[in-house]
């Protein structure tokens, strides 16, 4: 079971730092946009780009931001609530957030497939093969459901989920 917690542990912590890189390579390409103007030359496709990175920085950082308590969750009705009550509403807020991400990925995935078979390419000037893209929307929604999953396990079976909030905020006073 450990390996699986480390490999899961390292694919939530991959997607996170992967979602770092495409939002550096937003401000890479809004730079390059900006200096091939200053020069008189044309950069075709960068504000496509830069919204496909975009893109890519929100859905994978999905499942990285839950472990790490940055998604909005309402804990003040989970924490008036005792140990029992409160296993009961997390089982279940799991359960239909687990369920709902795995549609989500469900049919994401076939309207990747889908672009894919038609050749769909984006009306932009770069001229992109939209399968492309579209698929980090597929694997960032099915990291986010198997964290979710894995969470709803870890509730069912340990009595407590794994998100831990890490926020600086929390550490100093005021």
């Known amino acids: ?26 401000l890479l390409l809004i730079v390059a946009q900006m200096v091939a ?10 504000p496509d780009y830069a919204g496909y990175a975009m893109a890519a920085a929100s859905f994978l950082a999905f499942a990285n931001a839950l472990n790490h308590g940055a998604h909005i969750r309402v804990s003040i009705v989970l924490n008036a609530l005792p140990a029992g ?13 687990a369920a709902i991400a795995w549609y989500f990925t469900y ?53 407590d989920h794994r998100i831990v909030r890490d926020t600086v905020d929390d550490h100093f006073e005021v």
């Open 107 to 159: 049919y994401a995935y076939w309207f990747v497939y889908w672009s894919w078979k038609f050749n769909e390419v984006s009306q932009g000037q770069d001229a992109t093969a939209l399968w492309i893209p579209q698929s980090v929307m597929v694997i960032g929604g099915g990291l986010l459901a198997i964290s979710l999953t894995d969470n709803l396990f870890h509730v069912i079976f340990k009595g």
């Open 85 to 97: 009550p409160k296993r009961l509403l997390e089982i279940w807020c799991f359960g239909i957030g």
């Open 37 to 46: 103007r200053w020069t008189g030359e044309i950069f075709p496709g960068a």
């Open 1 to 26: 079971m450990t390996a699986l917690r480390k490999t899961l542990d390292f694919l939530y912590h991959a997607a996170g730092v992967l979602a770092a890189i495409c939002l550096i390579s937003i």
